[in-house]
């Protein structure tokens, strides 16, 4: 009875852990097929798709475009107000400003 539970257990385990490895393949498998935002016309929505990327930076990203006009080059996502390298690094497959 004592290896039913173990190997209910074990299995339980492993599927948690394929599972987080699926979600994260996932997401690359997104940025390869052509999985691309532009941060000069995406909303709030789509921009929170972004890797780190929530609500209130998208909508920073927002004001900084209305403000200053559109990014003339994808890193220039940078000069919004936190975002720094890490997530550009992180994003910079999939944003564009075509």
């Given at each position: 009875m004592m290896n039913v539970k173990k190997i209910c257990?074990?299995?339980v385990i492993l599927l948690t852990v394929m599972g987080i490895s699926v979600s994260g393949y996932t997401k690359e498998v997104e940025k390869i097929t052509n999985f691309k935002i532009n941060i000069n016309k995406a909303t709030v929505e789509e921009l929170t798709k972004l890797d780190r990327i929530g609500k209130q930076y998208a909508q920073r990203i927002i004001?900084?475009?209305e403000k200053n006009g559109p990014f003339q080059k994808p890193e220039d996502i940078t000069k919004?107000?936190?975002i720094g390298d890490q997530i550009w690094e992180a994003n910079k497959e999939v944003i564009t400003v075509k």
């Open positions: 257990m074990m299995a004001a900084y475009r919004v107000k936190g």
